[in-house]
């Protein structure tokens, strides 16, 4: 399966989600709904990954338990975001990043579609 083969990377991972939030802010605003759950789980997501904006990843052992953590809430992330059928292409995009960001590109690949992410894409990986 394709994906990006990028090493962890939780700053960057952290950005990403940063920018999940936006858009799905964005898209609360458009719709005129909020998203309770959806803005739940990206609260926990930020706050775990909260320590490494400004940081480099810490050692091996504490960074793989933080990226457990981080795809476990990935996960959930987009449970509910098919849940609440507020899926849509750059979301995907931007859930795809962030598995990749966590060394899970793979999964990231797969995942996205679920997010909303076009499979026709010309920002998915060949």
Do not use: W
């Amino acid at each position: 399966m394709p994906s990006f083969d990028i090493p962890l990377d939780l700053t960057h991972a952290a950005k990403i989600v940063s920018r999940i939030q936006s858009l799905v802010s964005q898209l609360e605003q458009h719709n005129g709904v909020s998203y309770p759950e959806t803005q739940r789980v990206l609260f926990e997501l930020a706050e775990l990954l909260s320590p490494y904006v400004f940081e480099e990843n810490p050692d091996r052992a504490e960074a793989l338990e933080v990226r457990d953590k981080a795809a476990e809430l990935g996960r959930k992330f987009v449970d509910v975001v098919v849940q609440d059928g507020t899926g849509m292409d750059r979301l995907g995009m931007r859930v795809r990043n962030l598995f990749e960001c966590l060394e899970l590109g793979e999964e990231g690949f797969v995942i996205s579609l679920r997010a909303g992410e076009n499979p026709n894409s010309l920002q998915r990986p060949v």
